[in-house]
């Protein structure tokens, strides 16, 4: 089930975009993925060196219900197709790829730009 769960690094990034909501699962200092009872949040009960997992699907809802941004994966002869906001991110093989893609491609768009 640890594929559910969105990669310590996009985690991580959403922490820093203000992500709070409730998730089954938090990452350790090491990027370790922990999976238990109940439910983590950085308002509750998540340690400032800890961060919170979402399910892609928890990710992908917070960026269309808090930013407006919307993406969708479509699937075009022999490859899977990432769009976010109407713009191709590129081809991917697998849609597991193309998700991740897509959250990439979100986190980049909220992501101040570095002078």
Request: net charge negative; charged share 20%.
């Amino acid at each position: 089930m640890t594929n559910e769960f969105i990669p310590y690094e996009q985690a991580l990034a959403l922490k820093g975009l203000g992500f709070d909501e409730q998730c089954f699962s938090f990452y350790n200092a090491i990027g370790e993925l922990y999976e238990s009872e109940g439910y983590y949040s950085y308002s509750k009960n998540v340690h400032q060196f800890e961060v919170v997992a979402p399910l892609y699907q928890q990710a992908f809802r917070w960026f269309r219900e808090k930013h407006g941004l919307r993406h969708f994966i479509e699937f075009d002869d022999n490859h899977y197709n990432p769009v976010v906001q109407s713009s191709l991110v590129y081809y991917c093989k697998t849609y597991e790829e193309a998700e991740l893609a897509c959250l990439k491609k979100l986190i980049k768009l909220l992501t101040p730009t570095q002078l």
